[in-house]
C-alpha cells in the first residue's frame, strides 16, 4: 500500500482510540441521528435515511458503524424489491468497506462482534431473500468465529441479544426442518428456538436500541412463515404498521397473518388501500423501488393474497380478477424469487381446481414441479 494508504489508515485508527472510552454508536449526538436513519429505512423514505448517514460521516468522520447502517438500507431495498439487482453492487460496496474499517486497527467489542456479526449475516440474508437457502446456510459459516463474542457480551449490549437470538432460532429451526441440511449444521453449535425466540422479544420491547425494529420485524416473520402462530404474527406484524404504515412488506405480511387466522375480510381491508395506492401510481408496470415507493413485485404478492382472501369467501370471479392482475405483473419481471413465485402459483391453481378447470390447474402444478429452485413441498399434489 502506498503513503496516501498508511496515512488514511493512521486517522482511522487514531480516530477509533479517540472514543475507545466509549462506543461511538453509545454517544447520544451519534445514536439519536442514526436511530432517526433507520426508522426512515423502514419508513421507505431511503433518500432521508442515506442524508442522515452522510450526516453522521461529515460530524464524526468514516466509521464502520454508518457503514453497515448503509448496507443494512440497501438491505432493506433488497428486501421491498427483489424483483430487481439495482441495489446489490451498492449493497456490496457498503459491505466491503464495513469489513475494510473493521480490520483496520482493534474494535471496540461492539464493533468487533456487533457490527461485524451483522454485516456477514445480510450477506446471508441476501441470498436467503433470492430463495438460495442452501448457498445461505453455507454462508452462515462466517458467523461461527464471532458468536464466542456475541454470547460474551449479550447480556452488556442488547444488539448481540437480537443477534444471538436469531442465530439460536434459526440453527435449531433448519437443523429439526431440513435433513438435508444438517451434515453443514453438524459443525454449527446448537441452538433452541424458544430461547431465540425469547431474546428477540426482549429487543422488539426495548425502545433504546438499534435492533428494535429489527427484532420486531422478525418475530413477525418467524411466527408468519416458520411457527405457524398467525396470531402472535399479527401482534408484532400491526405493531410495525402502526409505526410505519408506508411500509407495503410489514402491511401485507400483517394481512397474511389475518389470513391465516381466518379473517378474510379484515385482511382485504388491510392490503386493499395499498393495491390501489399502486395502482394510481404505477400507471405503466413494472415499477421499481428505485423510481416509486410502490414496486411490483410487493404488488405481485398483494394480488395474490387479495386473490386469496376471495377464493376462501367464495368469491370466485373476484378472486379469478386478483389472480390475473398477479399473472399480468409476473410475467414482466425478470426476476422473482422462485419460492414465492411457486406458492403465489399453487394458490391460483387451488383457485382454478375449484371453479373446475382441472387442466389449467394441472398446468401451473407442472410448471411449479419442472423447476428445481423451488422447495418440493410446494411441488405436492393439490388438495381437493
Known amino acids: 500500500m502506498g503513503p496516501a494508504w498508511r496515512w488514511t489508515k ?27 436513519a433507520l426508522q426512515s429505512f423502514y419508513a421507505m423514505d431511503f433518500y432521508q435515511g442515506d442524508r442522515l448517514l452522510s450526516q453522521l460521516e461529515s460530524s464524526f468522520g468514516v ?17 421491498l424489491d427483489p424483483s430487481t439487482t439495482w441495489f446489490d453492487s451498492f449493497w456490496e460496496r457498503e459491505i466491503q468497506k464495513t469489513d475494510s474499517l473493521l480490520r483496520c486497527c482493534s474494535p471496540h467489542p461492539l464493533e468487533k462482534y456487533f457490527i461485524g456479526f451483522g454485516n456477514r449475516a445480510l450477506a446471508v440474508r441476501r441470498l436467503y431473500i433470492r430463495g438460495e437457502i442452501i448457498p445461505s446456510l453455507w454462508k452462515a459459516r462466517e458467523l461461527l468465529s464471532l458468536l464466542d463474542g456475541i454470547r460474551q ?5 442488547p444488539e448481540m441479544q437480537f443477534e444471538l437470538g436469531l442465530y ?35 429487543c422488539a420491547l426495548d425502545s433504546l436500541n438499534y435492533t428494535q425494529y429489527e427484532a ?4 413477525g416473520y418467524i411466527y408468519l412463515y416458520q411457527a405457524k402462530r398467525p396470531t402472535m404474527a ?3 406484524l400491526s405493531r410495525l404498521v402502526e409505526k410505519f404504515p408506508t411500509n407495503p412488506l410489514f402491511r401485507r405480511m400483517w394481512a397474511e397473518a389475518l389470513y391465516q387466522m381466518g379473517k378474510f375480510a379484515q385482511a382485504r381491508e388491510v392490503i386493499s388501500p395499498w393495491i390501489q395506492a399502486y395502482e394510481r401510481t404505477c400507471s405503466n408496470p413494472p415499477c421499481y423501488l ?56 399453487r394458490e391460483a391453481a387451488i383457485l382454478e381446481k375449484r371453479m373446475g378447470r382441472t387442466a389449467a ?24
Open 234 to 236: 399479527a401482534h408484532w
Open 216 to 219: 420486531t420485524y422478525f418475530l
Open 63 to 79: 466509521y464502520a458503524g454508518t457503514s453497515y447502517l448503509r448496507a443494512l438500507g440497501y438491505s432493506w431495498r433488497i428486501e
Open 361 to 384: 390447474a394441472e398446468a401451473r402444478l407442472r410448471a411449479i414441479q419442472s423447476r428445481e429452485d423451488v422447495p418440493s413441498y410446494l411441488k405436492e399434489p393439490l388438495p381437493n
Open 290 to 345: 428505485i423510481g416509486s415507493a410502490y414496486p411490483s413485485s410487493e404488488a405481485v404478492q398483494a394480488y395474490g393474497l387479495l386473490g386469496m382472501c376471495f377464493r376462501e369467501e367464495k368469491n370466485y370471479s373476484e378472486a379469478w380478477e386478483s389472480f390475473k392482475k398477479m399473472d399480468a405483473l409476473l410475467s414482466k419481471l425478470k426476476l422473482f424469487p422462485a419460492p414465492t413465485w411457486a406458492r403465489l402459483m
Open 168 to 202: 439460536e432460532y434459526y440453527i435449531d429451526y433448519f437443523s429439526t426442518n431440513y435433513p438435508i441440511m444438517r451434515p453443514i449444521l453438524y459443525f454449527f453449535p446448537p441452538g433452541n428456538q424458544t430461547s431465540g425466540l425469547a431474546r428477540l422479544e426482549r
Open 10 to 36: 493512521a486517522a482511522l485508527c487514531a480516530y477509533t482510540i479517540t472514543f475507545a472510552q466509549a462506543p461511538l454508536p453509545y454517544r447520544s449526538e451519534y445514536r439519536s441521528l442514526a436511530l432517526r
Open 153 to 157: 457480551y449479550a447480556n452488556t449490549y
